[in-house]
């Protein structure tokens, strides 16, 4: 979860997002590839990360609606 907000955070830029996570920028592309693998969407693509971030954002507001 991570990973995939801070993606989103840096506009979907690689370069910043590893960056940010202090993180090699392959390793982060592995992360986004494993997302896809696990989700069946692929977070690099605009169509799939807007219902990955709805999704996320979905999740943010049921914990906070727990609390």
């Given at each position: 979860?991570?990973?995939?907000?801070?993606?989103?955070?840096?506009?979907?830029?690689?370069?910043?997002?590893?960056?940010?996570?202090?993180?090699?920028?392959h390793?982060?592309t592995?992360r986004?590839?494993?997302?896809?693998?696990?989700?069946?969407?692929?977070?690099?693509?605009?169509?799939?990360?807007?219902?990955?971030?709805?999704?996320?954002?979905?999740?943010t507001?049921?914990?906070?609606?727990?609390?």
């Open positions: 979860m991570e990973t995939l907000q801070s993606f989103f955070d840096c506009n979907l830029q690689l370069k910043h997002c590893a960056q940010q996570l202090n993180i090699h920028r390793t982060l592995y986004l590839n494993k997302i896809r693998e696990l989700t069946g969407y692929d977070p690099q693509y605009f169509e799939d990360a807007v219902l990955l971030k709805m999704a996320c954002t979905l999740r507001l049921q914990t906070m609606k727990a609390i």
